[in-house]
């Protein structure tokens, strides 16, 4: 087999879209389930790029897949399951989203798991809740004040 290097653009996304052709298995509700190896989060991951000229790496399946059937995905955005299916990586199940309407949407898990108030009893809102920047968490704004409060009588030598 020719190396990624010798080959064009178009023979390795047909090569890449074989592979992922062969990891794929279709549901009745229409998404295309990987069966390769999948991340710590239940997504799927396929090694692109070439070893010899350094570009190796592992990508995500559901955001190679999006990017050969439909094409980039802007920077600052994320990809939404909209079947909620994280091995699924069929095109039409995925929306470019930002990370902050992604937490919205309560679709990112760990992040957001249907509650609606923080585990000291505070609403989640806009006004009261702080999403990170890389929109992976959020933290609760009066908790927050909380323990920097709690964390400065410390340093200060104070009870909290």
């Known amino acids: 087999m020719k190396s990624l290097r010798a080959m064009s653009k178009n023979q390795v996304n047909a090569t890449i879209l074989k592979r992922l052709e062969e990891h794929r298995l279709i549901t009745p509700e229409g998404c ?6 999948c991340g710590k989060g239940g997504y799927g991951q396929i090694g692109v790029g070439s070893r010899t000229d350094g570009t190796k790496r592992t990508a995500w399946v ?15 955005l994320l ?3 909209l079947c909620r299916n994280r091995p699924c990586f069929n095109p039409l199940h995925l929306q470019p989203l930002t990370p902050q309407e992604n937490i919205h949407r309560g679709l990112t898990g ?4 249907g509650s609606t108030h923080c585990p000291n009893g ?5 006004e009261t809740t ?3 920047p890389n929109g992976r968490w959020r ?3 009066a908790c927050m004040a909380a323990d920097k409060r709690n964390q400065r009588l410390k340093t200060k030598g104070g009870i909290p």
């Open 32 to 37: 295309w389930l990987w069966t390769g190896h």
């Open 62 to 76: 559901h955001r190679v897949s999006f990017q050969l059937y439909i094409g980039p995905i802007p920077d600052d």
């Open 79 to 81: 990809l939404d399951h």
């Open 110 to 113: 760990k992040i957001h798991d």
């Open 122 to 126: 505070h609403p989640w809102n806009t």
């Open 130 to 132: 702080y999403i990170h």
């Open 139 to 141: 933290r609760c704004r």
